[in-house]
C-alpha cells in the first residue's frame, strides 16, 4: 500500500532581547547560576504584574513580515492552562486566537510552504534532573521562565524529512539574518517540533490523528525523528491499526522516538485572555516603519551576489549561509583590485578556510600577494627544467613510457628549484616540451 507522509512544523525561537518578555530580568540565562536571573513576576510571587516586552513585540512582527505574513491589527495575549513544575504560574501567557501574524509563505526548491502563524508567547523554566544524597530528583531552574519566545507554525504542506530539513535550515537563517535571535540549538535557543502523521496515497483528507515530537535541537535529528515516525506509522497502517495522537520525544541515542504523554487539544489548556494585559493595536505607519528595517534576506542576496560577481550557485549558498561570511565577502569584493577577483575572494573563503577575522584590506591584500605571479624569464625557467630533468633521469625516462605521476613528481621539482616564481602554465609547457624532444 503506498503512503503520503504528511507534515506541519513548530519551532520556537527565543529572542535576544536585554530583558524578558513580561518582566524587567535580564534575558540572557545561559550558564548562568540557577535561579538568579529572577524576579516576583517570573516567579509567579503574588502581586506580581506583567508588563509586555515592546522589542519582542515588534521582532516577531518583523519576522511575520520577512516571512509574507499578515500583522493582524489588533493582537492580545492569552492564558494557556497546564500543570507542569516548570510553569509556576500553573500557566503560560501565550496567544490563542488573535496572533501578531498569519497566512506567511516560505518558497522552497521542493515546494512552497504555508506559514499558518507567528505568534509571541514566554518561555517556561528549565527541569533539571540529578542525583542528591543518593536519590534520582528533579530540580527546577527559573532563569529561562519568562523569556521572550516566538512560535512559528506551518501549514501541513511537507511531504518528506529532506523538505522538513530545507525548511528548517532557511528559516534559522532568515531568523539569523534579521538579528533577533541567536537560533543557537545547542543552547536551546531554537528548538524543532514536526507534527507527523501518515495517509493513503490519494486521500485527500487530513489523517485522524498526529505525532508531535518535542524539543529537537539538530536539522539531521528532525529528518531523522520524522523517518523514524514514518515508517511506525505505516507499519501501524498496514497491521489495521491507527497511531495514537501523542506527543513522544527523541532519543538520539538510540535513534528512536519514544512516548511521553497523550497530546493535548486546544480546549484541554483553557485559554481566555489575560486580564493584566490590554489587547495591543498597531496602526499601518507601524507597521511599514517596520518593514523598512528588513535587510536584505538570503533569496534576494543570493541572485544579486549570481549576478553582480558572476559565482556559481553553489558559491553563493556557501558565502551567505551566515551573514556574517556574506557581510565580509561584499567587502573584500569591493576593495578587490586585479590579479585578485570576487571569485578568487570567494575560494580563499570557502576552500582555504581562511581567517575572515582580518580587516578586509588586509585580507585582500593578502590574496594579492600569493596571486601576483613573479615573472621569471624562458632562459632561467629552460636551464632549472635542464638541472631537475638530469638529475632525475629516471622519473625522466618513466614518463617518456607512460607513466603520468612522473610529470608531476618533476613538475614540482622544477617549481622548487624556481622558488615558486614564474608562470606555472608556461613552467608546464616547457617542461613537457623538453620531455618529448
Not at 223 to 231: L, N, P, S
Request: charged share 25%.
Amino acid at each position: 500500500m503506498n503512503f503520503q507522509t504528511i507534515i506541519g512544523l513548530e519551532v520556537h525561537a527565543q529572542l535576544a532581547t536585554q530583558s524578558k518578555m513580561f518582566c524587567g530580568c535580564p534575558a540572557e540565562h545561559f550558564a548562568k547560576k540557577p535561579n538568579t536571573q529572577t524576579c516576583p513576576v517570573c516567579l509567579a510571587m503574588p502581586g506580581g504584574l506583567p508588563v509586555p516586552n515592546k522589542k519582542a513585540v515588534e521582532w516577531t512582527m518583523l519576522l511575520g513580515l520577512a516571512l509574507g505574513c499578515s500583522i493582524n491589527r489588533e493582537s492580545k495575549f492569552d492564558r494557556k492552562h497546564y500543570f507542569y513544575p516548570d510553569l509556576p504560574k500553573g500557566y503560560q501567557i501565550s496567544q490563542f486566537d488573535m496572533p501578531l501574524c498569519r497566512n506567511g509563505v516560505v518558497r522552497l526548491s521542493s515546494g512552497d510552504v504555508r506559514i499558518h502563524r507567528v505568534h509571541l508567547e514566554e518561555d517556561t523554566g528549565k527541569l533539571q534532573h540529578t542525583t542528591i544524597d543518593r536519590k534520582l530528583v528533579t530540580l527546577v531552574d527559573f532563569n529561562r521562565s519568562g523569556v521572550p519566545l516566538m512560535e512559528i507554525v506551518t501549514e501541513p504542506d511537507i511531504h518528506s524529512s529532506d523538505q522538513a530539513k530545507e525548511f528548517l535550515k532557511k528559516l534559522h537563517q532568515i531568523v539569523r539574518y534579521l538579528d533577533i535571535s541567536d537560533a543557537d540549538m545547542e543552547k536551546g535557543s531554537m528548538r524543532l517540533e514536526p507534527n507527523i502523521s501518515v495517509r493513503k496515497q490519494g486521500d485527500s483528507h487530513l489523517p485522524p490523528y498526529k505525532v508531535e515530537v518535542k524539543n529537537i535541537n539538530s536539522f539531521n535529528f528532525v529528518k531523522r525523528a520524522i523517518d523514524f515516525e514514518v515508517g511506525r506509522h505505516i507499519k501501524l497502517l498496514e497491521d489495521g491499526e491507527i497511531p495514537a495522537q501523542e506527543t513522544r520525544g527523541w532519543n538520539e541515542t538510540k535513534g528512536i522516538t519514544v512516548s511521553q504523554r497523550s497530546k493535548e487539544e486546544a480546549h484541554d489548556y483553557r485559554y481566555f485572555p489575560e486580564p493584566d494585559i490590554p489587547p495591543m493595536q498597531f496602526t499601518e505607519a507601524q507597521i511599514s516603519k517596520l518593514k523598512s528595517q528588513i535587510p536584505e534576506l538570503p533569496d534576494v542576496k543570493k541572485e544579486r551576489f549570481v549576478t553582480s560577481f558572476g559565482l556559481s550557485d553553489y558559491d553563493v549558498a556557501q558565502l551567505i549561509d551566515e551573514p556574517e561570511t556574506a557581510m565580509y565577502f561584499e567587502e573584500c569584493a569591493k576593495l578587490a583590485k586585479a590579479p585578485v577577483t570576487a571569485k578568487i575572494i570567494a575560494n580563499w573563503i570557502i576552500n582555504k578556510k581562511a581567517d575572515t577575522h582580518v580587516a578586509a584590506s588586509k585580507f585582500v591584500s593578502q590574496i594579492a600577494a600569493a596571486t601576483t605571479v613573479e615573472e621569471v624569464s624562458d632562459d632561467v625557467i629552460e636551464k632549472a627544467i635542464s638541472g631537475v630533468v638530469s638529475v632525475n633521469a629516471k622519473a625522466a625516462s618513466d614518463f617518456k613510457s607512460g607513466k603520468q605521476q612522473a610529470l608531476m613528481f618533476l613538475f614540482g621539482n622544477v617549481l622548487r628549484e624556481l622558488k615558486r616564481k614564474g608562470d606555472k602554465k608556461k613552467i608546464m609547457s616547457l617542461l613537457q616540451k623538453k620531455l618529448v624532444a
